[in-house]
Nanobody
Framework: QVQLVESGGGLVQPGGSLRLSCVAS????????MGWYRQAPGKQRELVATITNGGSTNYADSVKGRFTISRDNAKNTMYLQMNSLKPEDTAVYYC?????????????WGQGTQVTVSS
C-alpha cells in the first residue's frame, strides 16, 4: 500500500513558476513508475508527465519545454517543476504511482493539489 501526498499548488500569474511535490509513504518509491496527471473543470483527467523507476521521462506535448518531472528516491519524493505557466494549465494536479507485480496492476493516487494560473 502506498500513500501519496501532493503539495506546492497555488495561485500564480501567467508566465510564473510553481514546483509541485509528491511524497510517498508506506512503500519505497523506487519500485514504482510515477506520474503527474491533471484535471481541469469539465474535462477528463489527462497525463502531464511520467518518470519510470529507471528515470526515463515522458511529457504531454502541451507541457514539453516548460515542465520538468524528477524524482528523489532517497527522499521518496517526486517533483514537477512548472515554468512559463499558462491559464490553460489551471487544474487539479494528481500524483500517481504504478507497478505490476506478478501480473497484478497496482495503481495509487494522491488527493490532488490545485494550480490556478490567472492574472
Amino acid at each position: 500500500q502506498v500513500q501519496l501526498v501532493e503539495s506546492g499548488g497555488g495561485l500564480v500569474q501567467p508566465g510564473g513558476s510553481l514546483r509541485l511535490s509528491c511524497v510517498a509513504s508506506g512503500s519505497i518509491l523506487i519500485i514504482y513508475n510515477m506520474g503527474w496527471y491533471r484535471q481541469a473543470p469539465g474535462k477528463q483527467r489527462e497525463l502531464v508527465a511520467t518518470i519510470t523507476n529507471g528515470g526515463s521521462t515522458n511529457y504531454a506535448d502541451s507541457v514539453k519545454g516548460r515542465f520538468t518531472i524528477s524524482r528523489d528516491n532517497a527522499k521518496n519524493t517526486m517533483y514537477l517543476q512548472m515554468n512559463s505557466l499558462k491559464p490553460e494549465d489551471t487544474a487539479v494536479y494528481y500524483c500517481n504511482a504504478a507497478r505490476v507485480l506478478r501480473g497484478v496492476p497496482y495503481d495509487y493516487w494522491g488527493q490532488g493539489t490545485q494550480v490556478t494560473v490567472s492574472s
